[in-house]
């Protein structure tokens, strides 16, 4: 018996619903597929923006750096140049020392009493000389002991020397400058 198929609709069915599926996949892959391509360029853009973000941040703290050396170059400067004002004003205050030891040095010195070296370190005075005995030598160690801008003194070396026909006493006397307090350094500055 011949075989008709009495509903080839069902075949018509078959093949329309098969090619709507196709163009549904073929359609489903390109949206997929714009739709990656979309999310990469917003991604990369995102990036990019980032990346100028973090170029300028750079700039930015370069020049921060260097602004910071300049301030500790300056620092540096202003420390230095306190550092000298310091030293100029010690220097100022000490000025009417130096008047005062000398003029005390020569009230101080009795009769017969040559000095040949005076050197002083900070505050301490070290004192080289010839007396005609050691009698003056001890007399001058008094005066210094009275006076007002010289203390504590010491005696180091006295040696009896002979030149020619005199004995001369060789001496070497530490002493200590009494500073100027302030009230003394502002009537000395005028």
């Not at 990036?47 to 170029?55: L, M, P």
């Not at 005390?104 to 009769?111: N, R, S």
């Amino acid at each position: 018996m011949p075989r008709i198929n009495l509903l080839p609709w069902r075949e018509a069915l078959r093949q329309k619903r098969k090619k709507d599926f196709l163009t549904a996949l073929v359609g489903a892959v390109l949206i997929g597929g714009l739709l990656a391509y979309g999310t990469k360029l917003g991604v990369q853009a995102q990036i990019r923006a980032q990346n100028d973000r973090n170029a300028i941040l750079q700039e930015e703290i370069a020049a921060l750096d260097r602004q910071i050396v300049e301030i500790l170059g300056l620092e540096n400067q202003k420390e230095r140049l306190l550092a000298r004002m310091e030293i100029i004003e010690q220097l100022q205050k000490a000025r009417p020392e130096i008047v005062h030891l000398f003029d005390e040095l020569v009230e101080t010195l009795p009769e017969g009493v040559h000095l040949t070296e005076i050197r002083q370190a900070g505050g301490r005075i070290e004192i080289h000389g010839s007396a005609q005995s050691s009698t003056r030598v001890s007399a001058l160690m008094r005066n210094i002991d009275a006076s007002r801008w010289l203390r504590n003194p010491g005696l180091d070396v006295v040696e009896t020397v002979d030149q020619g026909p005199m004995r001369n006493a060789q001496f070497t006397v530490f002493a200590q400058q009494v500073p100027l307090d302030e009230e003394q350094q502002e009537v000395a500055m005028q």
